[in-house]
């Protein structure tokens, strides 16, 4: 089984190295991951200036192909230009910080695996719930195992699995649960400050106000010890809306 | 009509004064913009580094607010620091190139106006079809049209229309069609370079691949000169997978 292994926290990061590290057990793992940080670029590529290709190692040892991009560049550059064909599954992560409910939306993390289901290829996202993870390990294994279940149940095609995983150790993990994107939201606040030269800057905090109270959503699965499971895909159209604009005759507006 | 502008291409493009002018025949304008390019950062945000706000003139005029940022912070600290109360609607565009199919997943323009329905307000997303636009006129007018049209008729909490016009005169749209998000997509094209130095690098082209035959997907419609108006949300859940994966008993994994 060929593996692509990508992240948003950089090829130098304890996640990368500790999932690489298991499914080196089941298979022939490439790392391709940006050179630096890269947390909540979104589904960002760069077009506008070049990408470069390093080779990276860690401790001696010749780790993966480090690139100056996003996440997504990671997964373009590297199976278009790297992998001599493309590899049976991506994964991405282990990031630190959760991706739930609508972090979704803002997560790098989530994006290499997106830009993974986009080329058709199966794969997942795993995030750990603290910013600075005392467990990788549990969430590497349960990465491994889950690994071999979808490439042998398969995913339907465009659709990536979004894993959230408590920063505990294995025996305080209470389960594991199929969830759906959770609808808690930030309550940003920009906190105003003034440099040096006494102008204005604005710094981005907040917190997520948790909107989501049970087990079937991925954010609240994970405040209860829950490892979270979540299929997610980019089909964005709201077929809902959809049908119910069908009133709204939009066909009649040119000739207004 | 309280009325906030944004875009992905910079305050300083042609696409948002030719909106901005249009909108404010029907309502109270607000320019919040990044201060340069965005394209392609997808749903983006800033947290590392802080953000500045600078006020911009136009030919000696106020227009707006430039933000040090993505289109999505755009949003974010424009409601949160700049407004004193949320809009009633908030515009996105006039982007130039179209955003449809597999580019809504890429697009700043769209991210700008999803972060405004994370807010729960209502939003429109507008590009033109052409990178080199010559026909802003008619797509502004739309958009002002469409504006009074969602003010009207509502919008679901959480869906935004991302629409795409066709750069014509307007004698020569076709019309308006109700769409959904297409299947079309990239084939990657990374062309190797060598820098003065003889150094590679690798530059991200390639064409979109037309899937989309049909008049009710955005793709194949403005490609046959139809105003494409797609309701888009951010429910990433994919349901059918959610509904198969009860199969897999996922509850089971921790225990093997």
New interface residues.
């Given amino acids: 089984m060929k593996i692509l292994i990508s992240n948003d926290d950089g090829i130098d990061s304890a996640g990368i190295s500790a999932l690489a590290k298991e499914l080196k057990k089941i298979g022939d793992v490439t790392v391709i991951a940006p050179r630096t ?1 890269q ?10 200036i ?4 390093t080779e990276y190692f860690k401790n001696g040892d010749f780790f993966g192909y480090a690139i100056d991009g996003t996440p ?2 990671c997964i ?2 590297g199976i ?2 790297i992998l001599k064909e493309p590899p049976d599954i991506v994964l991405s992560g282990i990031n630190c910080g959760s991706n739930t409910a ?1 972090n ?3 997560s790098g993390t989530v ?1 290499a695996a ?1 830009e993974a289901a ?1 080329m058709d290829i199966p794969s997942i996202a795993v995030s750990v719930t603290d910013h600075n993870p005392k467990h990788y390990e549990y969430a590497a294994k ?1 990465s491994a ?2 690994t071999q ?1 979808v490439v042998e ?1 398969k ?2 095609t465009g ?1 990536l699995l979004n894993v959230n995983v408590p920063d505990l150790p ?1 025996s305080e ?1 209470a ?4 969830t ?2 959770g609808k808690s ?1 930030w309550d ?3 906190e ?2 003034r440099d040096p030269y006494g ?6 905090t907040g917190n997520l106000i948790q909107a989501d109270a049970t087990l079937d959503t991925d954010q609240f699965a994970v405040r209860q010890n829950y ?1 979270s ?14 049908e ?3 009133n ?1 005759h ?5 000739k ?1």
Avoid at 199 to 204: A, E, T
């Fill in positions: 940080e947390s909540a670029v979104g589904h960002a590529i760069t077009m506008k070049p990408l470069r290709i997504a560049d373009k550059i278009r230009n609508i979704i939306i803002y994006s997106r986009i349960f195992r889950l279940m149940k995913l339907k659709t294995e993990i389960g594991v649960l199929l759906q994107q939201k940003d606040i920009y105003e400050r102008r204005k800057y604005y710094w981005l490892v499971v979540t299929p997610v895909h980019f089909d964005l159209t709201d077929y809902e809306m959809f119910s604009m069908k709204w939009l066909d009649k507006m040119l207004q």
